[in-house]
């Protein structure tokens, strides 16, 4: 196998608090989404299809499952010779004492050793709670093509939500960046970033010591990393993504992003079979549709048991829906049950919860989606 | 946990599968949408915690059975200690009367002596249970039987099994012959080609059945042994009967059978028990899509699947797409399949990768399944 120029490193330390009880024992790229992945499944495939070989996971918040689940690099085939996905959460050193990743830039700061030890040319930040497909390869081309010292992943969003995001502002011909804005109140553009950057490591490298000694720095990329290297005058660019992009910040939109899957030629498309998004393989058995079930606008998984109604919504790995059940415009989390005669609508079930027989979850008519993540009694 | 060794063994050649056949040994057919055949024997042993397996290869198109066993790493068997070995017999062809399971020991006679394990389970890739030999070798030591058989007791022997054997029991489940069921009697022990012994008395038994006829099987040998046939051969040949879910796939009715029986949830309980996973191949398959319109009952669907239509008592495979207007009713259709707008099928098996796009009725009777071959375009 070919050594690659190119190293990634996944931030995944993020607790992703606005998801409430979901992220209470596990971070937000852990978190299951569409039935059978979970969120960091997304920029581990990317990077697998890309050809990125080495992936470093830097994690912080609620990491046991995490650290466990990305370290199975075969799951996405990165675990060839010279391959591998190496789990980074801060560690003590002979140098220097235990400290927590004080933000996105200080995380890749801390592990500098490693990074060096596979002498890269370029490193890839990556965020690892968004869903996306993006070949990164391609954008390692247009970084080259560009002759630039970091390029920045955007997308173009409407402009009256662009003070929301982190925003860059071009110059037209070229794309390159003359200005950065984060959460601009008037925004000048529309070009949102996307939090995925391309560095030239022996520059970033050089960046990340000055700015680990600077005790007025948030150590952030966004914050500080990009706004320095504009003022130093360095080349920055943006490199247009077109496609599907989601940051799934609230339960509403993890929600949605789900329900995206339900329709027809939706962007995302996860059953193209030249980018495909690779999981934990589970062994259950296939979906068993019951003699009474009724079944439509659903994305059902494997090891699935519906014998009542399903109808707009999502189920994960396991979940079962008995007979008399109605589970409508909803989320199923992995092993959620909905016992006989229960209503769940517009509601996001947490994983494994149990809602007993003829109770009711979420409504109809709620301005959120409901998050239920403790045991819903049965009503007799 | 005893210490044995696993040998899933290929299918005979007295026994042909119609259409499936044609294009990959039974161990591979799939099997509920997600399965090959292959995966429960395979599954067993290592939930068994057997994790050195010998699997044996029909000479018959085996590149699909290779591709789905691979190295075994998807069997949950230890990566370091556990080893799954896929060996071929000499045989020159399948259906050549040499091509015996003993002619493949003796082929691969140095692999089997290599085994350090003191027992050898043997069982066949084309039948379908769950049973825990870790148990099973307890209770055959405990016996103190020389060589372990697994039957199962069924009714309806008249109809059901014709290409499988008898065992022929005394009071004490001692085995007193293995005959070809002759579709006489309901009541019958259908042998499961499954054996337990000592590792030494499985090569001595292979020697020896090489050495008294070139068409012998290890079957013949056995029943040799418990019939007298051989003098000087006295062996205690017993007989245990197994609990639960059993289908042998000896024929095209006995695969589509199988398959529909397990559409029931009560039934596939007894194949699928808690904590004993059935392993297989992943295809990394997204999940399926059921648009609006679509009808679905009485089914098992596995992942990637697209569906409009409707599809009532039916087994779809990974993969397929069931356009809108389509009706599926009591049909196994294999994985890739494309089943197009307003095509109405009963009572076929559909193999991999068919279109069924231009004629709108494909109806077979009911009690007797149709076949669609791999690749056709209807």
Known sequence: MKQNSMLAMILAGGRGSRLHELTNKVAKPAVSYGGKYRIVDFPLSNCANSGIDVVGVLTQYESILLNSYVAAGGRWGLDAKDSGVYVLPPREKADVGLDVYRGTADAISQNIDFIDSRSPEYLLILSGDHI????????????????ADATIAVIEVPIK????????????????????????????????????????????????????????????????????????????FAYRFKGYWKDVGTIDSLWEANMDLLSPNNELDLNDPTWKIYTEDVTTLPQYIGPEASVTNAYITQGCIVEGEVKNSVLFTGSKVRPGAKVID????????????????????????HIGKNAVAGSADSEHIELVAQRVKGAE | ??????????????????????????????????????DFPISNLSNSDIDRIQVYMDNNKPRSLIEHVGT???????????????LFSGARSWRDVYNTDIAAYIENMESIEKMHHPYVVILPNYMVYSQDFDTLIGSHISSGADITLLYHTIDNAKESCLHCNIVNLNRQKGVLSIEPNPGTAKNRNIFMDTYIMKKDLFVSLVKKAAAYSSMFSLLDIV???????????????????????????????????????????????????????????????????YMDGADIRNSIVSNGCLIEGTVENSIIGRGCVIKKGAVIKNSIILADTLIGQDVHLENFVVDKHARLIREKEIIAPVGNPGYIKRRDTL
């Open chain 2, 1 to 38: 946990m005893y210490s044995a060794f696993g040998i899933v063994n290929s299918s005979p050649r007295n026994i042909l599968v119609e259409g499936l056949q044609d294009f990959r040994p039974i161990g591979a057919f799939s099997f509920l949408g997600r399965y090959r055949v292959i």
């Open chain 1, 330 to 353: 909803s989320v199923l989390m992995p092993g959620v049950v909905v016992e006989e005669g229960a209503v769940v609508q517009r509601a996001l079930v947490a994983d494994n919860i």
């Open chain 2, 72 to 86: 075994g790493r998807h069997y949950n068997i230890n990566s370091k200690s556990g080893h799954l070995q896929l």
């Open chain 1, 132 to 147: 996306y497909k993006m070949n990164y390869a391609q954008m390692l081309a247009f970084h080259k093509a560009s002759k």
């Open chain 1, 161 to 236: 939500e662009a003070s929301r995001f982190g925003i860059m502002n071009t110059d037209g011909e070229t794309d390159q960046i003359v200005e950065f804005e984060e959460k601009p109140a008037e925004p000048k553009s529309n070009l949102a970033s996307m939090g995925i950057y391309i560095f030239n490591w022996k520059l970033l490298r050089k960046m990340l010591l000055a700015d680990m000694k600077n005790p007025d720095s948030n150590h952030d990329f966004g914050k500080d990393i990009i706004p320095t290297m504009l003022n130093d005058g360095k080349r920055l």
């Open chain 2, 223 to 289: 029943n040799a042994a418990c019939t007298g046939q051989i003098e000087g051969m006295d062996l205690d040949v017993r007989g245990i009967p197994h609990k639960g879910f059993f289908a042998p796939i000896t024929d095209f009715r006995s695969y589509y059978d199988a398959n529909m029986a397990l559409i029931n949830i009560k039934e596939a309980q007894n194949l699928f028990g808690e904590g004993w996973p059935i392993y297989t191949r992943t295809n990394n398959s997204c999940p399926t899509h």
